[in-house]
């Protein structure tokens, strides 16, 4: 089976990634179930579900390939691609895990170091938008209206995925769908109601990139 590989962590955005593909950046405040659903976007555990929030400070990348209609990808090491692993396609892409935003006992020294993080990766060239994460339970706080205003500022193609939807009741996922929607000034095709826990719109999300990855490539 072709597998996702993790790349490396590195504490600058402006790192080189060879080879050049598309970029997603993956943003949330932290705690909001990152590592849960890019395990479930991927159908492996390749991020670390955090015990404790607000730690990391690096860009954790991630390579992925959609081709042969799901997310593989050929193994990945430090000289490049495996020459018996699968090339990459035109469908293989980067995901930009930042760390989480919004701990509320972060330092300044972390706060600033998103910030650098965060601008550095919505400023790389191979970017193709944002996969921004919202709780669906919750009212979206200061840090998110900030981060709305960044990426609306940039002109940054977002898709949002709401998170742990199992945490509400079936009926109350898309009314609080649009209302976050509504508040966050986004389209509703632009959000997905997602559940880690039970697989509850991964699928859409993963077809949503792969759209947003097609339509740069082509
Ligand atoms: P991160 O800090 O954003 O990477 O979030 P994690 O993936 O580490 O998850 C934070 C907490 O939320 C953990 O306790 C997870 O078990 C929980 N969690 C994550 N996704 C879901 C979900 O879809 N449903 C529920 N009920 N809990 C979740």
Known sequence: MLRPSFVGSFPRADVPLDPSLPELALIGRSNV???????ALVGQRIARVSQTPGKTRALNVYLLDLGRGGLGVGRYSESGFDSHAPRPTPHAFYFLDLPGYGYAKASKTDRAAFQRLLTGCLERAR????????????????????MQDLLAARQT?????????DKLPRGERRPRERTLAATLRLDEEQAVVTSART???????????????????S
């Open 33 to 39: 179930g990152k590592s849960s659903l890019l395990n």
């Open 157 to 165: 193609r977002v898709l949002a995925a709401l998170t742990k939807s």
């Open 127 to 146: 970017l193709v938008g944002v996969v921004w994460l919202l709780d669906i339970r919750r009212t979206p706080s200061a840090d998110d209206s900030a």
């Open 199 to 217: 697989g509850e719109g991964v699928a859409e999300l993963r077809e949503a990139i792969e759209e947003l990855i097609r339509e740069t490539v």
